[in-house]
């Protein structure tokens, strides 16, 4: 029986009670993921329209300390150039394209990766001979960090592009994968210059490939699994959140 002089409530209004609460006690992320989309705003706190956020997007939210830490080093090392592809390069311009940087072109099995101390590539390890080349062109975003300490990785489609440039394009995707470091999401993006739709024969081989990319290494403890594909409102949402992780490693440094 209700309290005297207090109105009964409906189930309905029970439930966006105990939602309310849900979140006041522990973050959005403790609600059912039913609830965060009904109660999702028209735009995301980063300014990006929401898109069909992966399930475990709760993962996404905050940098690890490990990865803040290797920012800190990263921006330690870009110190000494006067002008720096990742540090000073915006990752978004001002007509809405994405620049990425190209480490690896499509077809190639040498591992190149942006070595930051030196701006510049440098060979990290060539690839077995049985996974063939990259299926795609691979490199990173500027001024961004992910949640591996990282650049954000881009996956740059077409034809192969020339290692060690930078390439305007617009989102098309995200690849929502694993590694034994953690979240290992990449990008998907369309050059201006060269325009290429990604199709389902596109992921199934860049899917097929990133699942097995690190198999040779497993006795080193390595291994990578492709969770799945994401739109491009949920791409740009990620570059925004790991570009505001950059920017607030940035700020952080600059005060010390």
């Not at 309290?3 to 609600?31: K, Y």
């Not at 049985?130 to 795609?136: A, E, F, M, N, Q």
């Amino acid at each position: 029986m209700s309290a005297p002089g207090r109105p009964q409530r409906g189930n309905s209004e029970r439930r966006r009670l105990t939602i309310l609460g849900l979140a006041l006690l522990c973050g959005a992320g403790c609600a059912p993921a039913s609830s965060r989309r009904a109660a999702a705003p028209d735009r995301a706190p980063d300014g990006t329209a929401p898109g069909v956020l992966d399930p475990q997007a709760a993962r996404y939210a905050q940098l690890p300390e490990h990865a803040a830490t290797r920012l800190q080093q990263a921006l330690r090392d870009a110190q000494p150039h006067a002008a720096h592809v990742w540090r000073d390069t915006p990752p978004i311009g001002e007509d809405g394209t994405l620049t990425g940087y190209v480490e690896i072109s499509r077809g190639e099995r040498t591992k190149w990766e942006f070595d930051i101390a030196a701006n510049r590539r440098a060979v990290d390890r060539v690839l077995d001979e049985s996974l063939g080349g990259y299926p795609v062109n691979y490199g990173f975003v500027p001024q961004t960090i992910s949640f591996d300490g990282d650049p954000f990785d881009v996956l740059v489609l077409g034809p192969p592009l020339p290692g060690g440039q930078l390439v305007r394009g617009h989102i098309v995707g995200i690849l929502y994968m694993d590694d034994e470091k953690g979240p290992d999401m990449k990008v998907v993006m369309s050059p201006v210059a060269d325009p290429s739709a990604l199709t389902e024969a596109d992921r199934t081989r860049i899917g097929a490939f990133f699942d097995a990319y690190k198999q040779p290494e497993r006795s080193a403890g390595k291994w990578s699994k492709v969770l799945g594909w994401g739109p491009a409102t949920d791409g740009l949402r990620l570059v925004h959140r790991t570009h505001g992780f950059f920017n607030g490693g940035r700020a952080s440094a600059a005060s010390d």
